[in-house]
C-alpha cells in the first residue's frame, strides 16, 4: 500500500527511541499487497470474524493513524486483541514485516492512549503482574496466594473472567526450587560452551526444565554457566508495549551476559530453553536502536558514548541468542543408547515465537526424531496460536480460551501419547485446556519441553513415562520422578 505519512511530525511524536524505527514501518506499509492470504492463520480473526481484527486489517488502520486520519484509540481497539503470535509473518508472500508496525505502535500507544477507571486497572495489574513474574520469590509467594484463592473462582468469573483468568493458571503444585550449578563442564570431549539463561517464571513452574537443559547440553559435550547476575529477559514486557522497563531488565543482563558478547569469547551462544524469551532476546537490536525516552527514569544517565556501547552488545546478544533445540541440532547430538520397548507416538506443538518469530520448526523435531521409537504426529492447524501469548490469556481470557479449546482439540486428535512444547507459556496454557478434555474424555497426553524428553531418553526412562495421565492430573506433572 503506498502511503503518505508525514515523517517530520512522527519522528518528533514517536520521540527518540521509537523514532528510528518509522522507516521500517513504512516498508511494512509499503510492502503489504491487501491479499489477504495472512488471514487463514490470524488466531483473532478465526475467533472473531472481523476484517479490523485481521492483519491486513491492523496493517490499514495503522497505516490510516499514521496518515493522520484516525485517531489511536480506535486503532487499539483492534490492536490490543493482537497476539502478537507473528503467523502473519510466515503466511505472508510479500513478506511484511507486521512487527515492525505492531512493537512500536504498542508502545507508543501505552504512552498516549486515553484511560479511564478501567484503563487505568488493566494498566495497574499488568504492572503487578509484570513486578512478580520477574522476581521468582514474588511469584512463589503470589502463587500460594492464588492457590488458596482458588476457590473464589466461580463468582469471580462471574465478576470478571479476567480476575478468574489468573487462578485458573495457577498449577495444582507448586514444585520445589532446584538449584542450578553455576558451571557445568563438557561430558567427554568439549564440543562448546554456552551461557543459560535460567528464566524466571520458569525456575517456579518448571524448575526441572534447566537442569534437564544443562543435562542434555554437557552430554553432548557442551560445558554450560549460568550467569549468578542475570534476571528477567524483558520479553513479556516488551510483548505489551512496556518498553523503557524491558530495556531496564535488559541492561541488567547485558552485564551479565558479557562473556558472550565479547569479540573473543569462549562461548558460542547465550542458550534459552522458552521460545517467547528467545524471541525477545533476539529482539534486542531494535530494543536499543534509539536513545533513552525522556519518560524513562534513566533518560538522564545516559550519554551517547554509553548508548552507542549498549547498542553494539545488544546487537552482539540478539545475534548470539539460540533456542536450545535449534543450538542441539546445529550441533548434532550424540547418539542416545538406550532404544525404546515400545514406539512413542509425539506430537510437537509449535510456540508462535519459536515458528513465527525464530523460523524454527525443524529442529525440536529432528531432536526428537532421532530417539530410537519416537514417532512424530502432526497436529492439524499447527501454525494457529493456542492463546498464551505472554500476558495474553491473563487478559484476553475469552479468546485465549476459545484459542486453547481448539488448539487442545487439534493436538488430540492424532492420538499422542504426549506432546512437546519448546515454551513455557504454551504448556501452561495446554495443561490448562488438555485437563479440560481429560475431564471430559478421562485421560489426557502430558505436556513436556523437547529437551525433558531427550533427557529422559539418554538416562533410559523414557519408558517409564505415563503415556496418558488421568483426569485432571495433567497440570500436576507427575513425571519423571
Ligand atoms: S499476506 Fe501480507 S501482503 Fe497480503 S494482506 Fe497479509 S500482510 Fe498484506
Ligand atoms: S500477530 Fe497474530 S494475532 Fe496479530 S495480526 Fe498477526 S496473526 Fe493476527
Redesign the pocket.
Given at each position: 500500500m503506498r502511503h503518505q505519512i508525514p515523517e517530520q511530525r512522527w519522528r518528533q511524536r514517536l520521540g527518540p527511541d521509537l523514532a528510528p524505527r518509522l522507516d521500517a514501518m513504512g516498508e511494512a506499509i509499503e510492502r503489504c499487497v491487501h491479499c489477504g492470504f495472512?488471514l487463514a492463520?490470524?488466531?483473532?480473526?478465526r475467533v472473531l470474524g472481523e476484517e479490523m481484527d485481521?492483519?491486513r486489517g491492523?496493517i490499514f488502520l495503522i497505516k490510516e493513524m499514521l496518515e493522520e486520519r484516525l485517531p489511536l484509540d480506535e486503532v487499539l481497539e483492534h490492536l490490543d486483541?493482537?497476539?502478537?503470535?507473528?503467523?502473519?509473518?510466515t503466511s505472508c508472500p510479500s513478506g511484511v514485516r507486521?512487527r515492525e508496525l505492531?512493537q512500536p505502535v504498542r508502545t507508543w500507544g501505552e504512552r498516549h492512549r486515553r484511560r479511564g477507571l478501567r484503563g487505568w486497572w488493566v494498566r495497574l495489574r499488568r504492572l503487578a503482574l509484570l513486578e512478580s513474574m520477574a522476581r521468582p520469590t514474588w511469584f512463589r509467594a503470589a502463587l500460594r496466594l492464588g492457590r488458596m484463592a482458588r476457590p473464589l473462582r466461580g463468582p469471580l468469573r462471574r465478576a470478571s473472567p479476567a480476575l478468574a483468568a489468573p487462578l485458573d493458571l495457577v498449577p495444582a503444585r507448586i514444585p520445589a526450587a532446584v538449584p542450578l550449578p553455576r558451571s557445568t563442564p563438557a561430558r567427554g570431549g568439549r564440543r562448546g560452551g554456552v551461557l543459560l539463561l535460567a528464566g524466571c517464571v520458569q525456575q517456579v513452574l518448571e524448575p526441572r526444565l534447566a537442569a534437564a537443559v544443562v543435562e542434555v547440553l554437557a552430554r553432548n559435550g557442551v560445558e554450560v554457566v549460568v550467569p549468578e547476575d542475570q534476571g528477567c529477559c524483558g520479553a513479556l514486557a516488551l510483548h505489551v508495549g512496556e518498553e523503557g522497563r524491558a530495556r531496564r531488565l535488559a541492561r541488567r543482563n547485558l552485564r551479565a551476559f558479557a562473556p558472550v558478547t565479547a569479540a573473543e569469547s569462549d562461548f558460542d551462544a547465550l542458550i534459552v530453553c522458552a521460545a517467547g524469551c528467545g524471541s525477545g532476546l533476539q529482539e534486542h537490536a531494535a530494543l536499543f536502536a534509539g536513545s533513552e525516552h525522556p519518560e524513562n527514569p534513566e533518560h538522564s544517565q545516559r550519554s551517547e558514548s554509553v548508548e552507542q556501547a549498549e547498542r553494539a552488545a545488544a546487537e552482539r546478544l540478539a545475534a548470539r541468542t539460540l533456542d536450545a533445540t535449534t543450538f542441539l541440532d546445529r550441533l548434532g547430538l550424540i547418539e542416545i543408547p538406550a532404544p525404546l520397548s515400545r514406539p512413542l507416538r509425539v506430537a510437537v506443538h509449535d510456540p508462535?515465537h519459536l515458528l513465527h518469530a525464530q523460523r524454527e520448526r525443524s529442529a525440536p523435531r529432528r531432536l526428537l526424531a532421532s530417539i530410537p521409537g519416537v514417532e512424530l504426529v502432526e497436529p492439524r492447524d499447527a501454525e494457529v496460536?493456542c492463546g498464551s501469548a505472554g500476558l495474553y490469556n491473563l487478559e484476553w481470557p475469552r479468546i485465549a480460551g476459545e484459542l486453547g479449546r481448539r488448539k487442545a482439540e487439534s493436538l488430540l486428535e492424532p492420538e499422542p501419547d504426549l506432546i512437546a512444547s519448546g515454551n513455557l507459556g504454551c504448556s501452561v496454557q495446554l495443561r490448562v485446556t488438555l485437563e479440560a478434555a481429560a475431564r471430559r474424555r478421562g485421560d489426557a497426553p502430558p505436556v513436556w519441553h523437547p529437551l525433558e524428553i531427550l533427557a529422559a531418553a539418554y538416562r533410559g526412562e523414557l519408558d517409564d513415562l505415563p503415556r496418558r495421565v488421568e483426569g485432571a492430573r495433567t497440570g500436576s506433572r507427575p513425571w519423571p520422578p
Open positions: 495472512c492463520t490470524c488466531p483473532t480473526y485481521s492483519p491492523r486483541p493482537c497476539l502478537g503470535c507473528l503467523a502473519c509473518e507486521y505492531l508462535c496460536c
